[in-house]
Every structure is written in C-alpha cells, then in structure tokens.
C-alpha cells in the first residue's frame, strides 16, 4: 500500500465515521471554515484531523498530523476529493490546518516540533505542498524500492 492508498483509506474512513456520528467536528479558533478532530487511534499516538467542510457536511479535504511516540516526530498527510482537486484548496488547507496546529501546540508551551511528510513520485501537487510548507526534501527509496520524497522540517513556536 503506497502513501495515497494510505490516506484515501483515511478519508473514506473519517467520511464513513462522520456520516455514522461517531465523529463530531469542531470550528478552528483561527478559522470559520477549518473544522478539526483529535483522537488516539494508538496508544500514546495523538491524531489531529483537519477538514473542509461544504454546506452539506460533506468532506472535501483533510490534514492530519499524527504524533509518533518512538520518534518524537510529527507526520502530516492532506487528501483533497477527487472533484475538487486543482482547484486550490490543498494549499488553503495545508496553510491553515498548519497555522491551527501550530498555535495550538504553542498554547501548551511547546517550543518546537519536528514535522514530516512523505510523498509518492508523481504526486506533484502534494509534492508543491510539501515544499513549500514543510521544506527539507530529500529523495528516498520505500522498503519496495520505489522512489519517494521525504520532507522534515523543525518548527519553532
């Protein structure tokens, strides 16, 4: 399973859970049109999910962040529905999921945070995404051998 199997598995989830009730998203402090979700989906594992939302409650994009306990690190993935994509909103929610996020984390009195990203050749959209917000590519090969793109970056806050 490569990384866009991955978090379109996770969007067909989170949309699955919101449309059965099992999850409620909630307004962002920063944002009236950014909706957020935290959960531990693994123990000692904290999950961050971003979302926009149309005026049906449908989602049309996410951010996750999901904290690693062995590491330290923070990784992030952004899915934008298939109908909706090119259209900019994968910048709007990387942008504003990682302003969130941030904030959130600095009301906590943390002062930095290493966050990561990996992305498959050939998703170039994700691919601008990653540099311009994440910064630190580097180009890996997956336990397949298959050439990636790894992103790390530490943020101070």
Known sequence: MNNIDIIEATYQALCDALNKGVIKFKRTSLYDDLFYCKDMPA???????????????????????????????????????NDHRGQGLGKKIVDKSLSDFLKMLSAYHISKII?????????DASI??????????????????EEIYSYLNVFNL
């Not at 966050?115 to 998703?123: C, E, F, P, S």
Request: proline share 2%.
């Open 128 to 145: 601008k995404l990653a540099r311009k917000f994440i910064g630190g590519e580097e180009i890996m090969e997956n336990d397949q051998g």
């Open 43 to 81: 123990e000692n594992t904290h999950r961050f999910t971003y979302a926009s939302l149309n005026e049906k409650n449908e989602v049309l994009a996410i951010c996750v962040f999901i904290s690693s306990p062995n590491n330290g690190l923070i990784d992030v993935a952004w899915y934008v529905r």
């Open 115 to 123: 966050i990561t990203a990996t992305i498959d050749t050939g998703n």
